[in-house]
């Protein structure tokens, strides 16, 4: 025997030793000794399924924010864009309330770029809400105003000011609208 094998089995003294008696032939001491043992052996098993189980969840977690961060990746530009978009429509909008043969060519330039724009923007996930004649949505439209109403239900959508948008399921920008309300009986 060499001394690396001495320095392996030094200390024996602590251990129970087996015997063929059996179990019997422990001490109390040993025995309580034992129990301890095994108690603190099912405490850190326990203790390690957890953390394993903690553990497979940060994965998933993080691979979940991972997948929701590349899908929403292009947020913050997307909605910086949005008002590039108004000035569009209000141009293409202006153009055709005073379109001459002058600035015809200039309008359909225009309105191809628009369509351009609005078709990248589709292809990223953007969409457009559509208010008009809608029942308000709290979730998807923004009231500004409020006008009488004997034509539509209350709180339907009468006008929309500036349109809204989603990205895939996200709101963007809610659309501006003024909603309809009853209107208030006056007394004789």
Known sequence: MNKEDNAINTDTSQAPRATAEGPEALAPEQI?????????????????????ADFDNYKKRVA????????????????KMLPLLDNFEMA??????????????????????LQQFKQILKDAGVEEIDARDAVFDPNL??????????????????????????LRDRLLRPASVIVARPPTQTNP
């Not at 850190?44 to 399924?49: F, G, I, V």
């Open 32 to 52: 309580e000794e034992l129990k301890q043992n095994a108690a603190k052996a099912a405490e850190h098993w326990d203790r390690l399924l957890r953390t394993t």
């Open 64 to 79: 979940r924010e991972k997948q929701e961060a590349i899908k929403y990746a292009n947020e913050s530009l997307i909605g």
């Open 92 to 113: 293409i909008a202006a153009a055709q309330a005073n379109e001459s043969e002058t600035t015809r060519a200039l309008h359909q330039g225009v309105d191809l770029v």
């Open 141 to 166: 439209h923004e009231a500004v105003s409020t006008m009488e109403s004997t034509d539509k239900p209350e709180g339907t959508v009468l006008q929309q000011m500036r349109k809204g948008y989603k």
